[in-house]
């Protein structure tokens, strides 16, 4: 299968693809991007969480052949110009990270929510978060990062 | 493997024609688990996300016409005030990652008994669009689902909308899980007030083969109603009439045990969860005199 | 400058920002070109006869490189047994099955291709003959040998005993309780599933894995191929998680490294999650029955335990796991007479290993279920009971019954701290008030006192070298390999206290044999413990070796040296030398193997709930941790452990657990199923500690990795018990809406 798509603003293409492959493994295998995490494979923990023409999703619940002539983002391209984006500096700060590999999706999805809501409140940090597992953290940190976040939020 | 990608509807019913055997895939929250796993290899996928009017909404006839692969997401944030208790269970399905993709077409196709979606499709009386190139037909919801994750969609058929009245009055839903988030229901009960018709409708979730209807509950409730005057006088309902429609929608389902919950608790939380979603109807009901 | 210490500073993680961005490397983000993806078939019963795997319609699969079952593979060695547990021969776990299945998951067969997709296929087109047995789940029943796993061999494999029959003082005390507690079986989840590349180079092969103890993954892998260490090199990347269960030779890396080994060919295997549950070892799992004794004050007077561990279909490091349990019973109480007896018994279930805890948990809910039930009994107050029997904080170091060693303590204080910060008196007066006029659900107020044993079996050692560099910089190497828990930050601070220099001068190097040779891992919370203290100590021997070499250099007596911020000058003048130019005229560096007691870092939580009348919902309103690890190195690092372990114990009380049918069919196989707590559980958690220093380490801590889950689940369950007006029938691990329901409904 060929696939034509946009990751992270750049045009990719991909060869020999399997048309059952998920775009999880097309990102992973075929492109080099490793920064999404394969964790379930269900859709249950949210490692693996990309924009997909602007929604945030799972991408090992997406069909590569889904996100043909789409545009992805994934953890790779949030940061700009090299420089961490402020909501991974809000996580490195609040010490939300330990073992880090939940962070990429976690980092994605916080992303997401502060795009559509810049000062959300707890309840619903809780619920835009909701589908992505920490084992490590406890949750505390990642609710204090995305809390300063908003913060900041608040004073732009 | 073939995954065939129509970007009109007259393609998909044409591809899914000739192929009878493909499997549609909109959302992918099942399916994509079901390859990720090999659990299933099909032939032919017809991916239906390109199909611009599944993805949409419309009035049609006073009702709402919901294309069968408008997400939860959408549901919430376009049709919590045409479809209440749709718009309330579609935020318990999942999370936002699940939520922006799964349909509520998929969780008709899938046709599992604890879909979210489906009890207040039931309590509502969702009718449902299936077509083919050779026609259309509209199924009402209880009939569509015969079993678990079985369903009457004939091999050339693809499920095109959901047809649900707009709410004329309150609408609830509510789930018991074993955690507060990402909770596969151990049982869920809907409930839809229409005040103009003097009717009531339920929707039982996981407590059965299929979603089901605590008829004896709502008949039980309308007479209530109508004796005592309160769709009019909108009085306070007594604590016996909330008790015993509980009581008869507890009954009403027909649960197993299983690793989730057993059979009996299925039972009475289904008799609390009918209880507190009529309350909080009511209250809602007599709030906005 | 006055002297320069990080110890108590929260310093950002090093490995940060490479992980926010996605940059950094775990195990199945390693591009090795011409790599096999391997796929391993595993048997869908939990016990049977298994007559023949037929390999030919997978061999014949376009693009299967190839399938091997354990007849194919006749030199495939046999699963090591870990360090410590006793597993008898007869007993021994072989990497793919052989004759005989014991638990369903386990591994039959293999399936190697040029990606993972093809090679899932294959393996779907392996067929395993095999005639089902009898399965038994439940270590009680197995215990009895009416179904063998390794007949003539019984179930039972070892029996470990805690002084001696308690019986007389039993028959003759004022009050005896009686429970029977099921520690129920967790899986330990990392979000990161386990996964090994191996790379051979000739002789030589290259081990990627994720793991918590490299140098002895390498040692066990040697020994199993009957090749030198030399010629295996391990290194671990980033790991994402590990709980414990990252600490073995698997089954899986023995066929993959033999495979690669065999074909001259990398290969590797990244286990998908429902292999994480089936296959991959479990934690918990035990039957405890209980009997504690006391006056009619509460003081107590004799403790029996019956504790049968379930360690799944093959002894390994469960064996020992369940003898920590016994190890640990009598907890920080004073319990003049106590007998425990540990039985470890195999069962048709995945075997069981170290899961954060490993052991103390199960002990600690035991005894503090147990004692709430005295208290019940007594009509005392719980938080009363506790403080009269806590062993005094002028006893220590305090010889246990069961012969552990406390190194120090004053629990007493913790659990003040803990029933302050939890509004305790409070929170009973509004139990009182909901109790007499009926108004509100049930309130309940639980403790958890615990005590933590840290540092891994006594006299461990644990490996760390500091190298100064010619240009001034400082390298520690390490052995405690980390899974997540900031072991660079921390251990440089260490280093860099302990040498007076800016912290941003030492790095740390771990998790590569090739740099660091020797060493132990990462777990029973020992890495600073006992590698924080071994790298103090190397820089301490290399700052007396560079002292000894100023004076020389600068022809003074030491006496005349000030040291500063890597500098030596003669007092009063201007002459000096750095350690980087010490380190220029010859090597400079100084290692450690430093092997402290273990440390018995404790605490007391106290939890309040709510209960759902109705439905038996269950809402943790508070949970207050008073944690004492000693002196705190990264009070950030520490909290983090903390709350972590904290999220995981709320996990064990309330929502996880693995279940097999009667077959032995696992019926939890993903997340959907296993529900891990998520952010929407997070309580209002307070947290607070008391300091109490290790005596016999150079920094006073202890560990800290994993008071959480120990202190947790009893906190929590002691307050749902205590909501219920002390009636716990059937209020087993985990506590679910719907056991608290029956037990409402029966009372209602």
Redesign the interface.
């Known amino acids: 299968m060929h696939l034509q798509l946009t990751v992270n603003g750049n045009p990719r293409e991909v060869d020999g693809a399997w048309e059952g492959e998920s775009l999880l493994y097309v990102l992973r295998e075929r492109l080099g991007l490793p920064g999404s995490k394969n964790a379930c494979e269900q859709g249950e923990c949210g490692s693996c969480s990309v924009y997909l023409d602007g929604v945030l999703v799972c991408s090992c619940l997406v069909l590569a052949a889904q996100a043909a002539g789409r545009d992805v983002v994934t953890v790779e391209g949030l940061a700009e110009n090299g420089e961490l984006h402020p909501i991974q500096k809000d996580f490195v700060e609040a010490g939300a990270v330990q073992c880090g590999f939940c962070t990429p999706g976690l980092i994605v999805a916080t992303h997401e929510l502060l795009a559509r809501n810049p000062r959300p409140t707890d309840p619903e940090i809780r619920e835009a978060l909701a589908g992505n597992l920490c084992r490590c953290t406890g949750y505390e940190k990642i609710l204090d990062a995305v809390r300063a976040a908003a913060v900041r939020n608040s004073r732009a | ?3 065939l ?1 129509p970007t009109s509807w007259g393609e998909a019913l044409a591809a899914k024609e000739e192929h009878p055997g493909a499997v549609p ?1 909109a ?3 099942d399916l ?2 079901e ?4 659990r299933r ?1 099909p032939e032919t ?1 017809i ?1 239906l ?1 390109r199909v611009a009017e599944l993805n949409e909404w419309s009035h049609v006839n006073g009702g709402v016409r919901l294309g069968a692969g408008v997400d939860y997401t959408r549901v919430i944030a376009e049709l919590a005030s045409e479809l209440p208790g749709l718009a309330i269970a579609s935020r318990t399905v ?5 939520r ?2 799964g349909t509520v077409g998929g969780n008709l196709g899938t046709s599992s008994p604890a879909g979210d979606a489906l009890p207040p499709l039931v309590a509502s009386g969702a009718r449902i669009e299936l077509a083919a190139t050779s026609g259309t037909r509209v199924v009402p919801v209880e009939e569509f689902c015969i079993a678990p994750k079985r369903n009457v969609l004939a091999p050339d058929e693809l499920i095109a909308a959901i047809h649900m009245p707009v709410a004329t009055g309150p609408q609830q839903f509510s789930k ?1 899980g ?5 909770v ?1 229901a151990v049982a869920s009960f809907a409930l839809t007030l229409d005040p103009p018709a003097r009717s009531v409708g339920t929707g039982i979730g996981s407590a059965g083969p299929v979603p089901l209807r605590a008829t004896e509950a709502e008949r039980f409730l309308e007479g209530v109603l109508d004796e005592e005057g309160l769709w009019d006088s909108r009085g306070q309902l007594s604590e016996g009439a909330v008790a015993r429609f509980g009581q008869l929608a507890s009954e009403a389902s027909r649960p197993i045990d299983d ?4 059979a009996a ?1 299925r039972r ?2 289904l008799g ?1 969860m009918a209880g507190r979603t009529l309350a909080w109807a009511w209250d809602e009901y007599r709030g906005t005199l | 400058m006055g002297h320069r210490s990080y110890v108590g500073q929260s310093p950002p993680r090093r490995e940060d920002p490479g992980l926010v961005a996605g940059a950094h490397r775990y195990v199945a983000d390693i591009v090795v070109p011409g790599c096999l993806d391997a796929v391993f078939v595993r048997s869908f019963e939990a016990h049977g006869l298994l007559n023949a795997v037929d390999l030919a319609a997978a061999q014949s699969m376009e693009g299967i490189v190839g399938a091997y079952s354990a007849g194919e593979l006749p030199d495939l060695p046999v699963t090591p047994a870990p360090p410590r547990a006793e597993v008898p021969p007869e007993m021994s776990w072989p990497a793919l099955a052989r004759d005989r299945v014991r638990f369903a998951g386990q591994p039959i067969a293999v399936v190697l291709a040029a990606d993972r997709y093809t090679a899932e296929d294959g393996a779907e087109l392996v067929f395993a003959d095999i005639d089902p047995l009898e399965a038994v789940i439940d270590p009680g029943p197995a215990a009895s040998d009416e179904v063998m796993l390794f007949e003539p061999r019984s179930n039972v494999v070892s029996v470990r005993e805690f002084g001696a029959p308690v019986d007389d003082v039993m028959d003759s005390a004022p009050v005896v309780v009686e429970t029977i507690i099921r520690n129920e079986r967790l899986c330990p989840t990392s979000i990161e599933t386990r996964g090994i590349v191996v790379v051979p180079d000739g002789d030589d092969i290259t081990v990627h894995v994720s793991h918590q103890a490299p140098q002895r993954l390498r040692q066990s892998l040697a020994r199993s191929f009957g090749i030198e260490a030399e010629l295996v090199r391990v290194i671990v990347p980033h790991v994402g998680g590990a709980f414990g269960a990252k600490s073995q030779t698997y089954p899986e890396y023995i066929v993959i490294a033999h495979l690669a080994r065999k074909l001259g060919r990398p290969v590797r295997w990244i286990e998908d999650r429902r292999e994480a549950f089936a296959g991959a070892t479990h934690g918990r799992g035990q039957t405890q029955r209980l009997r504690l004794a006391a006056d009619r004050e509460g003081n107590l007077l004799a403790l029996e335990a019956l504790v049968d561990a379930d360690i799944g279909a093959y002894p390994h490091t469960g064996e020992f796991i369940a003898a920590n349990t016994g190890w640990m019973l009598s907890g920080p109480y004073t319990i003049p007479h106590l007998h425990v007896r540990v039985r470890a018994v195999v069962t048709n279930t995945t075997p069981t290993a170290a899961y954060r805890g490993a052991g103390r948990p199960e002990a600690a809910y035991a005894l503090e279920r147990a004692l709430d039930r005295l208290a019940h009994r007594l009509g005392a107050d719980p938080a009363e009971l506790r403080l009269r029997n806590f062993i005094d904080r002028n006893e220590f170091p305090y010889r246990s019954p069961t012969g552990a060693v406390y190194d120090s303590g004053d629990h007493a204080a913790a659990l003040r701290l803990a029933l302050e910060r939890a509004g305790y008196d409070d929170a009973r007066a509004e139990q009182r008030r909901r109790r007499t006029t009926g108004d509100g659900n049930p309130l309940g107020i639980g403790i958890g006192s615990y005590i933590e044993r840290s540092g891994g079996q006594e006299g461990s050692t644990e490996f760390g070298s500091v190298t100064i560099e010619p240009d001034g910089t400082v390298v520690a190497r390490s052995g405690a390999t980390p899974q997540g828990q900031g072991h660079a930050t921390a251990f440089a601070q260490v280093v860099a206290s302990a040498l007076e220099v800016e912290l941003d001068r030492v790095s740390v190097i771990q998790g590569d044999t090739d740099e660091v040779p020797v060493g132990v891992g990462t777990f029973g919370s020992r890495s600073m413990q006992v590698g924080g203290s071994s790298l103090h100590h190397a820089a301490h021997d290399a700052l007396e070796e560079a002292r000894l070499r100023a004076s020389a250099h600068l022809e003074v007596a030491e006496a005349d040296l000030r040291y500063d911020d890597g500098r030596f000058t003669v007092v009063g003048t201007d002459r000096s030398v750095t350690l980087g130019q010490l380190a220029t005229e010859r090597a400079l560096s100084a290692q450690a193997e430093f092997g402290p007691p273990q440390a018995f870092p404790f605490g007391t939580y106290v939890a309040v709930v709510e209960l759902d009348r109705d439905t038996g919902d269950i809402s943790l309103e508070k949970l207050v941790a008073v944690d004492d690890c000693g002196i705190v190195i990264n009070p950030k690092l520490v909290e983090g452990q903390s709350v972590g372990s904290i999220i995981q114990g709320i996990g064990q009380a309330l929502y996880e657990q693995v279940v097999f049918d009667e077959y032995g069919q696992p019926l939890m196989s993903s997340l959907m199923d296993y529900s891990l707590p998520t952010v929407a559980e997070l309580p209002e958690l307070v947290l607070d500690q008391t300091v109490t220093p290790n005596p016999n380490v150079p920094l006073g801590n202890k560990g800290a990795g994993e008071a959480g889950c120990i202190g947790t689940p009893p906190a929590i369950v002691n307050a749902i018990v205590d909501a219920l007006g002390g009636r716990d029938e059937g209020i087993d691990l985990p506590v679910t809406p719907e056991k608290v329901w029956l037990v409402l409904s029966r009372s209602d």
């Open positions: 493997m073939e995954v990608q895939l959302g992918g929250t994509l688990v390859l990720n796993f090999d290899r996928i991916d996300t999942g999370s936002p990652q699940i922006n993709r018991i074993t955690r507060n988030a990402m596969i690793v989730r919950g057993s608790y009475h939380s609390v």
